[in-house]
Structure formats: C-alpha cells, structure tokens
C-alpha cells in the first residue's frame, strides 16, 4: 500500500509548485521546514524517500517531481511535471499563440546549435517570419524578456539556451520531437542541451559531468569508447598542461 501523504507532504508540493523550479539546497531546506512545522519525522537524508511519496500520490493524476541539473554549474533542481500533456500545451494557458510560435522557433535554433545557445539577433530575426502573425522587433525582445523571468529561458550576454525548469518539464517532448539532434548526458543521463560529443563514438556529457568526470586526469577518455577525449575540458588537469604547453611554446623553450 502507498504512503500516505502528510500535510507536510502537501505544503512541500504547494511551495514547489508556485515557485516552478526549486534548486536543490532551497528543496532541503524546504523539506524540513515543513516536517518541522507539521510536526512528521524528519531525516536530512531522505529527501528522495519523501518526494517518493508525493509522486506515488500524484501518479492517478499523471504528474510527477523531477530531478534535474543547471547545465551551468552541475546543481540540482526539483519541479513539479505534468506527464498528461507537453510542456509547450501546458503553456498555451500563459501565453498567446504567436508568443508560443516564438517560443518553438527559439527552441529549434538552441536545440539545433553546435553549443546549446541562440544569439538575441538570430532570434529577433524571426520576428518578423512568424505564420501566426509577424512580431515587431521590440515586441519580441519583450516576450523574450517575459520567457526569462518564467524560468523558460536562460539569457547571458544576449546569448539565449533553455533553462534548467524548461529541460526538467520538456525533456519527453524535446526528446521525441528532435530525435536526430537530442541526447541525454553519458554521465547524469538527464537531456544534455549544452554538452561535449566523443568525436569517436558520438556520446555527449554536460559540462559540469565533464569536468567531474575528467577532474585529476592528464589524459581523459571517452566512457563510452575509450579513445582520448579531444575537447577543451575546463577545470581539468588537461586543460592546464594544454596552458603550460602554450606558455612554455609561446616563449621558445
């Protein structure tokens, strides 16, 4: 027989509900402020166990919490998923139909870049190519602008990827709509947006996997065929001797 869900069980999936993605340390904390104040047995390590729970309560209602990393700092994420429909169905309720057509256009030139980013000007550049209705270039830097702080989308430098709430609750769909281009990570197995590929064998890990994965090596190689990893790995043993060799060339020695 399923556990059955406390009140703290509940109030712990109302905050992350509202809040739309949850990063993981606010997710324990959050955990025990609500089996402290509903008075339920508490252990810091189970937070898993607990959102087990939930998810095992909220399977009649097909939807469920997931677990995801930032593919810029590797840290885990919790939201809460809605498995009865796409996510990009979902927010047809939030948004008007040429602001999801821009959505899906900007999807496709992220998704179908060599680095996980669009540039502002690619996608502004769209704008005016829209089949619903053509966008006003100011327009569509405000619905962008919307997107961000929705935790849609993920903006730096005027270089635009998907945020890490929009790779937890896309994940199915990107996965069955770019079949040909998506991937999950070799190492987390959670859908790689931005990733490193083997040259060899084809196989992609996020950045964060990759610097974990390499961390101590002089000379990484592929998990999946183990010939020598031939990108940049930042944060590695790697790529410092790659900076001695340079220094060391550079001067003649």
């Avoid at 997710?27 to 095992?56: M, P």
């Avoid at 592929?222 to 790697?238: I, L, Y």
Wanted: charged share 25%; proline share 2%.
């Amino acid at each position: 027989m399923a556990a059955q869900m406390t009140n703290a069980h509940r109030r712990f999936l109302q905050v992350l509900m509202s809040n739309g993605i949850t990063e993981g340390s606010e997710a324990r904390k959050l955990h025990q402020h609500c089996c402290e104040t509903d008075k339920v047995y508490y252990a810091h390590d189970k937070l898993d166990d607990f959102i087990g729970t939930i998810n095992t309560n909220l399977q009649p209602l097909f939807m469920q919490i997931r677990k995801g990393i930032s593919e810029d700092n590797g840290r885990a994420h919790y939201a809460v998923v809605n498995l009865a429909e796409t996510e990009v169905t979902k927010m047809a309720s939030d948004y008007t139909e040429i602001e999801l057509e821009l959505f899906r256009k900007t999807m496709d030139l992220i998704i179908l870049s060599e680095n996980g980013f669009a540039s502002s000007t690619d996608i502004l550049n769209l704008a005016d190519q829209l089949k619903t209705k053509k966008m006003k270039k100011k327009e569509a830097e405000q619905v962008l602008k919307v997107f961000v702080e929705d935790k849609w989308l993920s903006e730096k430098n005027g270089e635009y990827t998907l945020h890490t709430r929009c790779i937890i609750e896309m994940e199915q769909y990107i996965l069955s709509n770019y079949q040909d281009v998506a991937r999950k990570c070799n190492i987390c197995h959670s859908l790689a947006i931005q990733s490193q590929v083997c040259e060899s064998c084809g196989i992609g890990m996020h950045l964060p996997c990759v610097r974990k994965y390499f961390r101590g090596q002089t000379e990484p190689r592929c998990p999946g065929c183990n010939e020598f990893w031939s990108c940049d790995t930042p944060g590695t043993k790697q790529r410092i001797f790659k900076k001695l060799n340079v220094i060391i060339l550079g001067n003649g020695l």
